[in-house]
């Protein structure tokens, strides 16, 4: 998703998304997660109306352009996890699509201001919506034990407590740099290491910081309610804690709450009627993609079509969940 400045944004999968929603001239679709705007540009060029949402000020300004530009675009300043809420304020009870590119985006990547990548030094921010607490705030009066949870939680890192000592013992922090260097050095970094293991800690903590899998959750719902029949839903995750979330969420609403055997049959005796089909098999980008965009490497789009099942009752989904 990196490009120049001048050049046209082009998201990850665009293609492969377009392809999963179908959109038809004069339907509504929810670009969730706006950004640059490319998956909403594709959508309108297809003749759809858009509405498209972002917490982050920059990307509603960009919205704002392309709202005043084009009467079928609508922006809104929000979390996506709202859109139901948020679209019945604007008369709109159903839509045909929904999709969400889930995660930081290239545009926040990339402003070293923003904090959310230590491949330049900047302030410790990783603030999406640019508003409430920030990473360094919450790293310099956090716990050591709550830091090491989040960090093996988010990030998957098996040395999160030694990585939380040292952050603990380094306090306050201010920077990137200061923070990639602690873990760094925690974790005995050497240069030729494939992989920069700053890399899951600062995952974690920005997942923690703007309460990503949450959004993700709530938003898999949202998108539920506000589905017609037949509506699709499209969402690209970028790493494996997204994916399980999206990949779980299509596989319970299609009917099948777990693995089951000849003797235990896989659906819940007491499951309502299945609200999705998946569309197909998760979709990874092609070489030439990768080739053009290594963050696209990392993708993975997984589509669904809602049936007209009325929506999950969300006293049971908690409850089947924790079986």
């Not at 919450?138 to 960090?151: G, K, R």
């Not at 509506?231 to 969420?249: Q, T, Y």
């Not at 089909?277 to 696209?296: C, G, Q, Y």
Request: glycine fraction near 8%; charge should be negative; hydrophobic fraction near 40%.
């Amino acid at each position: 998703m990196t490009q120049s400045d001048s050049a046209p944004h082009v998201p990850v999968l665009r293609d492969e998304v377009i392809a999963a929603l179908a959109p038809q001239p004069t339907e509504t679709h929810v670009d969730g997660t706006f950004g640059a705007g490319g998956y909403s540009r594709a959508l309108l060029a297809a003749g759809a109306r858009v509405v498209g949402i972002d917490r982050d000020p920059d990307a509603v300004a960009t919205g704002r352009e392309l709202e005043a530009e084009n009467a079928d675009f609508t922006m809104i300043a929000g979390l996506f996890s709202d859109l139901a809420s948020q679209l019945a304020e604007r008369d709109i009870d159903q839509v045909d699509g929904v999709t969400f590119d889930i995660g930081v985006s290239s545009m926040q990547f990339d402003q070293g201001t923003r904090g959310f990548s230590f491949q330049a030094d900047g302030p410790l921010d990783m603030r999406m919506s640019q508003a409430g607490m920030t990473a360094a705030e919450w790293l310099n009066s956090a716990d050591e034990a709550d830091i090491a949870d989040v960090i093996y939680r988010y990030g998957e890192e098996r040395r999160s407590r030694r990585i939380a000592h040292a952050i603990v013992a380094a306090r306050p922090l201010t920077t990137t740099g200061e923070l990639a260097r602690i873990v760094r050095k925690a974790v005995g970094h050497k240069p030729h290491d494939k992989k920069d293991p700053a890399t899951r800690a600062f995952q974690a903590i920005r997942i923690f910081i703007n309460a990503e899998l949450e959004e993700l959750e709530r938003g898999l719902a949202a998108a539920e309610r506000v589905l017609r029949p037949g509506g699709r839903l499209a969402v690209v995750s970028f790493h494996s804690l997204e994916d399980r979330i999206v990949k779980r969420f299509l596989k319970r609403r299609s009917g099948a709450l777990g693995a089951g055997s000849r003797h235990h049959p896989p659906t819940h005796p007491d499951a309502p009627a299945p609200t999705f089909s998946s569309l197909a098999k998760a979709v990874r980008a092609s070489d030439a993609e990768i080739a053009r965009n290594p963050r696209a490497r990392s993708a993975t789009l997984r589509a669904g079509i809602r049936s007209a099942a009325p929506a999950w009752d969300e006293t049971f989904d908690r409850e089947s969940a924790a079986c």
